[in-house]
């Protein structure tokens, strides 16, 4: 038995600095989503949201040459499948922790990301790939299907027609086809992921957190026109007007100095 194989499967935040790491570590299985993991995503999450110390966070796959390879179909069962009432929730849930993190995320991308993986990897606020990655939604191959709730996000980020050559082919695109379509922000080589990553994100870190969180509700108003999301998005914008960090964001312009932002 490898070390992978006697290891349990996890979901794990981990901390370096400003910046948090939502990890998948299943790699005998290139990390594919144990229902464990699903449960436990949406508490990671929680964790580096409500961690002040962290403004950006990024999830990625342990080991080389995997994100997410989607669900972890040993696990299937009659009444346990993508398609059924309690497995959609799950997975829902889980997305729906990833999409509700307030500060900015990234999802970085080395490898297989299918499946679940593209939907949990969709839910960030954006991607960054290797040039090695590979993306797909393989339901075809396997007579499943998916919720609204499970797509929905790729739909937005891509359309429908994309969507459905994905869904209807079952093949796999590359990283390349995956920035042509909008999936993906960069495409930058393997070796260089981690670093091009950790520098976007430190970048972002140096920015005004209001105004980087005022940003993704107005974005989600504008997909979800719902009076709801409007009323937050509208209400985010104008407590910038009256926060520290615009004070502090024009008199550091003004005295020529970066910044100090701190969130408030």
């Not at 929730?89 to 990301?113: H, L, W």
């Amino acid at each position: 038995m490898s070390s992978f194989e006697s290891k349990p499967p996890t979901v794990s935040a981990v901390r370096v600095g400003a910046l948090g790491y939502v990890e998948f570590d299943h790699q005998a299985r290139r990390n594919a989503m144990t229902i464990a993991m699903w449960k436990s995503l949406p508490g990671v999450c929680a964790e580096l949201q409500n961690d002040d110390s962290i403004r950006v966070v990024i999830l990625r796959g342990a080991g080389l040459h995997a994100f997410v390879s989607g669900a972890d179909i040993s696990e299937f069962s009659d009444d346990y499948r993508p398609g059924t009432a309690a497995y959609n929730e799950m997975v829902s849930v889980a997305y729906a922790a990833v999409s509700g993190i307030a500060k900015p995320t990234i999802a970085q991308i080395d490898g297989f990301c299918v499946g679940g993986g593209l939907a949990i990897a969709a839910n960030a606020d954006f991607r960054i790939a290797a040039d090695n990655s590979q993306f797909g939604l393989p339901p075809a191959r396997l007579g499943v299907g998916y919720s609204p709730t499970g797509i929905g996000a790729l739909v937005d980020l891509v359309g429908p027609a994309a969507v459905n050559e994905m869904v209807f082919t079952a093949d796999l695109i590359d990283s390349d086809t995956a920035a042509r379509w909008g999936l993906v922000n960069h495409v930058v080589p393997v070796a260089e992921l981690g670093g091009f990553v950790e520098s976007k994100a430190l970048s972002i870190a140096q920015r005004a957190p209001m105004s980087q969180h005022a940003a993704k509700l107005a974005v989600r108003a504008h997909l979800d026109s719902t009076d709801g999301n409007h009323a937050a998005a509208e209400a985010a914008a104008e407590s910038c007007l009256t926060s520290a960090d615009y004070r502090e964001g024009i008199v550091a312009f003004n005295e020529k100095r970066a910044p100090r932002f701190i969130g408030s």
